[in-house]
């Protein structure tokens, strides 16, 4: 079956734009996306200024949870000048 497959030499056709529409629709916003865990991994990843972006993104998300996020920038910041 798998022979018969390849013989028949089967094409993909290239999508047309379609992807790169989303994205361009998109720009760099990606809020969209944006979780506790993605920011968690920003932290780990010492990627602290994009951490920080991402919990005021998540505060803008969920402003009941504001405290806990505002915690967590501090945090950040707070580890960053110790080391």
């Given at each position: 079956?798998?022979?018969?497959?390849?013989?028949?030499?089967?094409?993909?056709?290239?999508?047309?734009?379609?992807?790169?529409?989303?994205?361009?629709?998109?720009?760099?916003?990606?809020?969209?996306?944006m979780?506790?865990?993605?920011?968690?991994?920003?932290?780990?990843?010492?990627?602290?200024?994009?951490?920080?972006?991402?919990?005021?993104?998540?505060?803008?998300?969920t402003?009941?949870?504001?405290?806990?996020?505002?915690?967590?920038?501090?945090?950040?910041?707070?580890?960053?000048?110790?080391?």
């Amino acid at each position: 079956m798998i022979e018969t497959f390849i013989e028949n030499n089967p094409r993909i056709s290239q999508l047309k734009e379609e992807s790169s529409f989303v994205i361009r629709e998109k720009g760099d916003d990606i809020s969209h996306l944006m979780t506790e865990t993605l920011a968690n991994l920003y932290f780990e990843q010492k990627l602290y200024t994009k951490a920080i972006k991402a919990f005021e993104i998540l505060i803008r998300k969920t402003p009941e949870k504001k405290k806990y996020y505002e915690g967590k920038i501090q945090e950040i910041k707070d580890f960053r000048t110790k080391g």
